[in-house]
C-alpha cells in the first residue's frame, strides 16, 4: 500500500515517464501563465532594474558573464544566461524575460510535484503543488526576473534524486542549483553534514537516519562545491574580488553579523518559514492535526513521510534558517523559497494523514494565499511578496509618462531605484532617459542636502520607499521602532507635501496604493514654465 501511494510501486518505461513529465510541466506552465497574464508586460521592478536585468543584457549584448553596466554581486550567472538565451531567440522585450522565468517556475513546480510524490503520494502532491503555487511569495517571484526561485527549482530535483538514491544525479541538481544562486549549496552540505552526524547516533535511533548502503556516496553531495569555486575562481581573476563588489559584501555580510541582529533576523526567517501570509493556518493545522490518531483504510494507518526523509528536510531547514540570519542585509521571503515549499509538504502530509476532511484545510489555506496576494499586512513587509509590486510599477510608469509629457527637458532629483527607471530607457519605464541627480531616500536629512543643492535639479520624482501601512501594527513600540532602523534599514520617508514645503515648490502629480506613493514635485522657479514647454532634443 506504501509504495502505491507513493508512486513507486513499479518501473516503467524511461519514455512514459519523460511523456507524464513533459505534459504535466505544459499543463503547470499553461495554468501559471494564464494566472500571470497580466502581469506579463509590466516594466522591471526594484532588483530587476537595478542588478538582475541588467547582467542579463550585458551577457546578452557583449557576452560578458560578469557585468560591467552594474558593479558585480558575484552572483553566478545561470538564471542571466538564460534571459540572454530568450532574447536571444524571442527578442528583448519584459513579455519574453517574464515568459522566460514562468518555464523556469513551471520546471520548479514540477520538481517539487514529484518530490512530494516520492516522499509521500499522490493527493499530497498536488496539494502541496497547488499550495505553494498560489502562495503570495512564490507566484509573484514566478515572473520576476530573481535567482531564488530558480534555485528553488533545482534544489527539489536535487532533493527528489536524494530520496530517490540515484548516484551522480543529485551532485547535477544541487550544481545547478548553486549556479542558479551561490546560497543554494546550503542543501547539499547540509545533508552531507546530517549523514557525518547520523553515523553517530545510537542504533536505537535507526528510524531517524539515512538507510546505511546511502553513506558509501556522501561524498557526492559536496560535488556541487567544484563548480561554485571555479567560478568564484574566475570571478576574481576578472574582476579583483571575490563575493561581490566591496559595498554589496559590507550590506549583505559584515555589517550583518551582529550578535543582537542575527536572533532578530532568526525571528523573522521562523515568520517567513511558518506563518507568512497565511502560512500560519496551515502550520496550525498541521500542529494540532498531530494530536489525533492517523485515519485507517483496510485496516491500516495512513503512511507519513518516513521519519529519516524529514530529517533530511529538517536539515536543509535548519542551514537555510541558521546562514540566512547571519548574511543578508535585507530579510526578503524570496531567499527561503528553496525551504518552505518543504515545510508545506511536511504539514499537508500531516493534515492528509490524520484529518478526515483535510481537502477542506488545504482549500482554506489556499484562499488565505490568493487573499494575501491582493491584501497587504498591517505591517512592514517587502512589496515584492504580494501584488503591491504591480501597484508600485503602474504608479511609477504613470510618474515617467507625466515626466515625459510635461517636462521633457528636466534634471530629476530622485532615489533608487527611481534613478533606474528614468536614466536607464531600456527598463521599459521612459521612452528618452531623464538625466538624474541621485540622493538615497526622502528622509528629512536627504532632502536638506537635496534643498542646499537645489541648483542641480529641476524637479523631484518621490517616492515611498518603505511600505508604510495605513494603521500600522506595533507602531508605538519605541524599542522595535529602534531596532528595525539600526538593524534592518528601516526609515519612514517624507510626505510629498512636506518635501514640497522644504524644497519650496509644488506637489505637480501624486498617486496613493495601500501604504505607497509616488509624487513629482517641481520647485516653484522662473525656468519652470520653460520645462514645461520645450521639446526634449
Known amino acids: 500500500m506504501r509504495a502505491a501511494l507513493s508512486g513507486a510501486e513499479r518501473p516503467r518505461p524511461t519514455a512514459s515517464l519523460w511523456t507524464q513529465d513533459l505534459l504535466l510541466f505544459a499543463a503547470i506552465f499553461v495554468v501559471i501563465m494564464l494566472l500571470h497574464a497580466p502581469l506579463l508586460r509590466l516594466p522591471y521592478f526594484w532588483d530587476e532594474a537595478g542588478y538582475y536585468i541588467p547582467a542579463a543584457r550585458d551577457l546578452y549584448l557583449s557576452g560578458a558573464v560578469i557585468p560591467h553596466s552594474t558593479p558585480s554581486n558575484a552572483h553566478p550567472p545561470l538564471v542571466m544566461a538564460w534571459l540572454a538565451l530568450a532574447w536571444r531567440v524571442a527578442g528583448y522585450s519584459p513579455l519574453v524575460t517574464r515568459t522566460a522565468m514562468l518555464v523556469v517556475a513551471a520546471f520548479s513546480l514540477l520538481g517539487l510535484f514529484r518530490l512530494a510524490r516520492f516522499a ?142 542575527i536572533p532578530l533576523a532568526l525571528g523573522l526567517r521562523l515568520w517567513e518559514a511558518f506563518g507568512y501570509f497565511g502560512l500560519y493556518l496551515l502550520t496550525i493545522a498541521g500542529l494540532l492535526a498531530m494530536r489525533r490518531r492517523p485515519l485507517t483504510a483496510n485496516g491500516d494507518a495512513r503512511p507519513r513521510i518516513p ?14 534558517l541558521g546562514f540566512m540570519s547571519a548574511v543578508g542585509g535585507a530579510v526578503l521571503a524570496r531567499y527561503m523559497l528553496p525551504v518552505v515549499p518543504l515545510v508545506m509538504l511536511v504539514m499537508v502530509s500531516t493534515v492528509w494523514r490524520r484529518v478526515r476532511y483535510w481537502p477542506l484545510v488545504v482549500a482554506l489555506v489556499a484562499i488565505a494565499f490568493v487573499s494575501g496576494l ?71 536629512g536627504q532632502i536638506a542636502i537635496a534643498a542646499s543643492a537645489n541648483n542641480q535639479f529641476d524637479l523631484v520624482l518621490a517616492f515611498s520607499t518603505k511600505y508604510q501601512p495605513v494603521h500600522p501594527l506595533l507602531e508605538d513600540w519605541a524599542l522595535w521602532w529602534r531596532l528595525k532602523q539600526k538593524y534592518f534599514g528601516y526609515h519612514r520617508d517624507l510626505e510629498p ?23 513629482v514635485i517641481a520647485p516653484e522657479r522662473e525656468q519652470d514654465a520653460e520645462l514645461r514647454m520645450q521639446p526634449r532634443k
Not at 507635501?497 to 509624487?519: N, T
Open 120 to 261: 509521500a503520494n499522490l493527493p499530497v502532491a498536488w496539494a502541496t503543488t497547488a499550495l505553494v503555487a498560489l502562495y503570495p511569495a512564490f507566484f509573484t517571484q514566478s515572473s520576476l526576473a530573481h535567482l531564488d526561485l530558480a534555485a528553488a527549482g533545482f534544489t527539489f530535483w536535487g532533493l527528489l534524486a536524494y530520496l530517490e538514491d540515484r548516484p551522480g544525479k543529485p551532485a547535477l541538481w544541487f550544481s545547478l542549483a548553486a549556479l542558479a544562486k551561490e546560497t543554494a549549496i546550503l542543501a547539499p552540505l547540509a545533508l552531507f553534514a546530517w549523514e557525518l552526524v547520523a553515523r553517530w547516533l545510537p542504533a536505537r535511533w535507526n528510524e531517524l537516519v539515512p538507510p546505511s548502503e546511502r553513506c558509501s556516496h556522501s561524498f557526492i553531495l559536496v560535488a556541487p562545491l567544484l563548480p561554485l569555486t571555479c567560478w568564484y575562481g574566475y570571478h576574481y581573476a576578472k574582476a579583483g574580488f571575490l563575493f561581490g563588489n566591496p559595498e554589496f559584501l559590507r550590506y549583505n555580510v559584515t555589517a550583518t553579523l551582529d550578535p543582537l541582529r
Open 307 to 320: 521519519i529519516w526523509m524529514q530529517m533530511a528536510f529538517l536539515a536543509v531547514l535548519a542551514a537555510y
Open 374 to 444: 491582493f491584501t497587504n499586512p498591517p505591517y512592514g513587509f517587502s512589496i515584492e511578496d504580494n501584488l503591491a509590486y504591480r501597484d508600485y510599477i503602474v504608479m511609477h510608469a504613470e510618474a515617467c509618462r507625466f515626466l515625459a509629457l510635461q517636462y521633457p527637458r528636466a534634471r530629476v532629483l530622485t532615489a533608487w531605484p527611481a534613478s533606474d527607471e528614468l536614466s536607464r530607457s531600456w527598463l521599459g519605464y521612459v521612452s528618452r532617459p531623464f538625466p538624474v541627480v541621485r540622493i538615497e531616500d526622502f528622509t528629512p
Open 497 to 519: 507635501e512636506e518635501i514640497a514645503s522644504q524644497l519650496g515648490g509644488r506637489v505637480a502629480f501624486k498617486k496613493r496604493s495601500d501604504g505607497q506613493w509616488v509624487a
